[in-house]
């Protein structure tokens, strides 16, 4: 439903605002039809009550106008780039680190697909009642190569161009498509901002590095319009925004980048942290990044026009930074979690997206249940938690 070009209401918030204008509605109608009785039984009772009750209405009225007018000035895409459906709990998932060779993107993004597929249908998350799956692809750090925009992969500092990124995110999607099971996907395509373009020179430009960011994303969904998948599945941007890794001025503009060329509106998820320290040393200048202000953290969570926020939480001060920012700007919503846990042996309940540790992940913090309960008692917004996702970071 539209709201105005830029901004829209999501389905949530929309329910939520018509189920309370229709009890202001109703209440107002049966109070007047109170006055109307009390009125000509005794003229004297209303002269003496009027005041006090008309007073009343005319608040809740004007709450709801003030809601309402809360809620224009929210969101900015359509309804279903979100969710279209309503449930009383969020969808868990696994998202992932990609560290593997670009050479070898075909098996093993076919592989993690049938993974991922198989988990969300034994875990019976895949009804038409359920969210869908958010899963995030994250690809490392952006950089160029020889002239080439792509990333550098968070360990394994492999390069993979936004051309393979592309193609190993098809082929996840081909793998999630066979499954007969028909679950629907958001598949966030994700990077960082650690250090973007650092050593790089002139050839890499951050604000560039957006732009074909969301071309790679538009290029996505374009694709699968084609396929005829559009229906059942939607690439999103993510971008892991750490407030410790780069500088304010250069993290917006790459959301500016983003923003400005994404075609297909659909949303940039924020899936990194709100901390409060100082950024990091810029690797090729030798000079500290700019520091954050609360200005900053709000727009690259929420303020540009196609940003949404999946905060990073994995302990009460993660928590803190984001309910804070929240407490600052109260149009703000957050649409799930991200947490780092994983399990260290022992059963799990069916929708626990956690995986083993072993030697291979680094979890550590909140496990999924705790950290999407500890958001729910802080949090200010009316409007459901949407996804929870379990990220380990790897070895």
Avoid at 215 to 227: C, E, I, K
Wanted: proline letters at 5%; hydrophobic letters at 35%.
């Amino acid at each position: 439903m539209a709201v105005d070009e830029s901004k829209k209401i999501s389905e949530g918030q929309a329910i939520f605002f018509a189920s309370k204008g229709a009890i202001v509605l109703v209440l107002t109608v049966l109070v007047l039809l109170v006055y109307a009785v009390a009125g000509y039984a005794d003229p004297k009772l209303i002269s003496n009550s009027d005041n006090y009750l008309f007073r009343s209405l005319y608040d809740q009225l004007q709450s709801l106008r003030t809601d309402y007018t809360n809620i224009q000035s929210s969101k900015g895409f359509d309804v279903t780039a979100i969710d279209a459906v309503q449930t009383a709990t969020p969808t868990f998932s696994r998202s992932h680190y990609i560290e593997t060779s670009p050479d070898t993107r075909v098996s093993d993004l076919q592989a993690l697909g049938q993974q991922d597929i198989q988990w969300t249908v034994t875990s019976h998350q895949c009804s038409t009642s359920n969210y869908a799956s958010l899963v995030i692809l994250d690809f490392g750090e952006p950089h160029t190569s020889h002239g080439v925009y792509g990333t550098s992969s968070v360990n394994t500092n492999l390069f993979w161009s936004d051309t393979d990124i592309a193609d190993a995110a098809r082929q996840f999607i081909l793998a999630w498509h066979a499954n007969p099971s028909a679950c629907r996907l958001k598949l966030a395509i994700g990077l960082s901002n650690h250090h973007q373009c650092a050593y790089n020179g002139p050839s890499c430009s951050v604000k560039e590095v957006g732009v074909q960011w969301a071309s790679t994303v538009n290029g996505l969904n374009m694709w699968l319009q084609s396929q005829h998948y559009d229906k059942q599945i939607t690439a999103w941007g993510a971008y892991d925004a750490e407030t410790t890794w780069d500088g304010a001025d250069r993290t917006r503009q790459f959301v500016d980048g983003f923003n400005g060329n994404d075609t297909s509106r659909v949303p940039l998820l924020d899936f990194g942290d709100m901390r409060q320290g100082a950024p990091l040393t810029d690797p090729d200048t030798g000079q500290a990044e700019q520091t954050w202000t609360n200005e900053d953290r709000y727009y690259v969570a929420w303020k540009a026009p196609f940003d949404i926020s999946l905060p990073e939480i994995y302990d009460p001060s993660t928590l803190q930074d984001w309910v804070s920012l929240q407490q600052s700007h109260h149009d703000m919503n957050f649409i799930g979690i991200m947490t780092e846990a994983c399990s260290q042996g022992g059963p799990l309940s069916s929708t626990d997206p956690r995986l083993d540790c072993g030697s291979i992940y680094n979890g550590y913090g909140f496990i999924p249940g705790t950290a999407m309960s500890q958001l729910k008692q802080n949090m200010l917004q009316h409007s459901p938690l949407h996804y929870i996702t379990s990220m380990p970071v790897p070895n």
